[in-house]
């Protein structure tokens, strides 16, 4: 079980930090990842921790604005999330791989589990 929190409202420029802790799970030796779906738009890849190495991968579109980091002990992964521009307005939602690789995963059909989601709006 995943549940994600942190979303809020913000003004162009801001910062936020989501949250995702999971549960019932060997936190460690999965891949996470966070995706977004804007209104009226299909859920999109964000970002991505490999277990392990903890290898990132980003899109482009958040690079050098976002970062996704884990912390294993607490069962919890994050995006911070900084220089928030309007079109990152989204409901942000957290998943879990739980099937084995050693690839970088950007696709919702390649990840198992997912939170609520938390909604994230950008005001300009």
């Known amino acids: 079980q995943l549940q994600a929190c942190g979303g809020g409202l913000v003004q162009a420029g801001g910062s936020l930090r989501l949250s995702c802790a999971a549960s019932?799970?060997?936190?460690?030796?999965?891949?996470m990842g966070w995706f977004r779906q804007a209104p009226e738009k299909e859920r999109e890849f964000v970002a991505s921790i490999g277990r392990y190495t903890g290898r990132t991968y980003y899109v482009d579109s958040v690079k050098g604005r976002f970062t996704i980091s884990r912390d294993n002990a607490k069962n919890t992964v994050y995006l911070q999330m900084n220089s928030l521009k309007p079109e990152d307005t989204a409901v942000y939602y957290c998943?879990?791989?739980?099937?084995?690789?050693?690839?970088?995963?950007?696709?919702?059909?390649?990840?198992?589990?997912w939170g609520q989601g938390t909604l994230v709006t950008v005001s300009s």
């Open positions: 998943a879990v791989r739980v099937r084995g690789g050693s690839s970088i995963y950007t696709g919702v059909r390649e990840y198992d589990s």
């Open positions: 019932g799970r060997t936190f460690s030796l999965y891949d």
